[in-house]
């Protein structure tokens, strides 16, 4: 009874706190590139369904178009998920197996909606082939459908990221016939940059993570050197717009300096 009339009165008063948050907000003065740690689908299966995994996963993988659609509104036009870490790939065989499967459903459902153009990002030679294929054939299907940009980051580390940047830095110096010495001279924090999974790409302005943890997990190291981070308490699966809308809310007020 208790639980029931809670639910009632938050059904109430959120939408009435909602529009107040929308008019707090300018959405001329919203980050355009948003990063979500999307964190928390097991211990929401734990604490809702018994500790059933593949459940907490489904739940996560429904949240994701929702997230998408508040962003759109919001003029959000790039937006990064974290679906599958490398350190992931280490998981239980058949939890891995169903995840990954889970996420391939994820994003055939993204390039079914057509909104959006779909970027994988990460060691994608990490990945099982049939969903390296997927991935490429989404890429390649939905490049230059909109301005807005999802990027899927499945099987990505951050250390990795770096790591393969620098390799590539260097095969391509060696390609176009430079010593050892002015490969190494001609580094820069661009030419880095020039190498990493979101080339091209500008860094996000917001990284937004779930579940109550406070730390990035190697989460778009180098590009969120300068990104204002909010860490929400609830976990991914109930992650609400009313969250995202204090995401917002909390960018807006902070004075970005970018180190100065």
Known sequence: MKNRVKRAIKAVL?????????NQLDFSETPHHVGVILDGNR???KSNLGANPEEGHRAGAMKIIE????CQEANVNIVTLWLLSTDNLNRDQGELD?????????????????KWEIKPLGAQELL??????KLRDIEKRSKGRTEKIVNVAIGYGGRHEIVDAFRNYIRSGIEHGLSAEQIADSITIDEVGRHLYTAGMPDPELVIRTSGEQRLSGFLLWQSAHSEFYF????????????????????????????R
Request: proline share 4%; aromatic share 16%; hydrophobic share 45%.
């Open 67 to 70: 997230l998408l659609n508040w």
């Open 128 to 133: 099982p082939d049939w969903l390296q294929e």
């Open 98 to 114: 169903s995840l990954l499967h889970i996420i391939a459903a994820a994003v055939d459902r993204l390039d079914e909606i057509g």
């Open 14 to 22: 959120y939408p009435l706190y909602e529009r107040r948050l929308l």
């Open 43 to 45: 211990r929401w299966a």
């Open 232 to 259: 929400c308490e609830a976990y991914w699966p109930d992650f609400r717009r009313v969250d995202f809308l204090r995401a917002l809310r909390a960018y807006s007020q902070r004075h970005r300096r970018f180190g």
